[in-house]
């Protein structure tokens, strides 16, 4: 068990340019979260997948972010026409579904991204 | 949505100090976790504590779900506990995501 992995560690872009976050989830978990965590402040959910099936997305999500989780394996995020505002540590979760309500979730390293 | 409110927000304790860190939130839960931020940003899973009392190490937790509220306890401080601590929770089942606090930073001076 490697535990969750996330690509790449940091990201300097400028602003009006896309990006694309990588994360690897603990094997044989079968969700996934995306989370993102501001200066200040405790980590906000985006989404999350179950499987291969994206079933929330977070009204903090707007239009220019994209993720998938192609296969249900690893899942991306995109960020397009990126903004000053959206600099902040992008944090990947993974979790098993052992029981319908009870799950804990392991996080990654964080993909903090510095929008210039 | 549920509301998460720790406490204090700031903690500063000498080196072999105890001390209790709080968690309310403000409906039923199903999952609860305590966290803590290394300074890279990492978060360290503490403690899976829906309910009841968990001890690992100096470091022991107790949610009173019925209550609405954990307690995380670290006993005998060492400066490698400074660090940022998180509350998370969540109903489950259908409403998986984790709703944090805005934590607790805790500075532990030698």
């Known amino acids: 068990d490697t535990g969750v992995s996330q690509d790449p560690r940091h990201k300097i872009t400028k602003r009006g340019q896309n990006v694309t976050f990588r994360c690897d989830p603990i094997?044989?978990?079968?969700?996934l979260y995306w989370y993102r965590q501001t200066l200040g402040q405790g980590p906000e959910f985006l989404t999350y997948?179950?499987?291969?099936?994206?079933?929330?997305k977070s009204r903090l999500l707007s239009d220019r972010f994209s993720a998938e989780r192609p296969k249900g394996s690893f899942s991306t995020l995109e960020i397009q026409r990126t903004e000053q505002g959206d600099s902040a540590m992008y944090l990947c979760?993974?979790?098993?579904?052992?029981?319908?309500?009870?799950?804990?979730?392991?996080f990654g390293p964080g993909t903090r991204l510095t929008v210039t | 949505g549920i509301q998460v409110e720790q406490s204090p927000p700031d903690l500063i304790l000498q080196e072999g100090a105890n001390s209790t860190l709080r968690c309310n939130f403000s409906?039923?839960?199903?999952?609860l976790q305590w966290f803590h931020q290394n300074p890279w940003g990492q978060l360290i899973n503490l403690f899976y504590?829906?309910?009841g009392t968990k001890q690992n190490g100096r470091l022991s937790a107790t949610t009173v779900a019925t209550e609405r509220y954990s307690l995380l306890y670290i006993s005998s401080s060492q400066t490698t506990d400074s660090g940022v601590y998180f509350c998370?929770?969540?109903?489950?089942?259908?409403?998986?995501?984790?709703?944090f606090g805005k934590g607790i930073t805790l500075s532990v001076r030698p």
């Open positions: 979760a993974s979790s098993l579904e052992w029981d319908k309500d009870f799950y804990e979730q392991y």
């Open positions: 094997s044989e978990h079968n969700r």
């Open positions: 997948f179950q499987n291969e099936a994206q079933l929330e």
């Open positions: 409906d039923s839960v199903n999952n």
């Open positions: 504590i829906p309910s």
């Open positions: 998370a929770v969540s109903p489950g089942g259908a409403n998986s995501k984790l709703t």
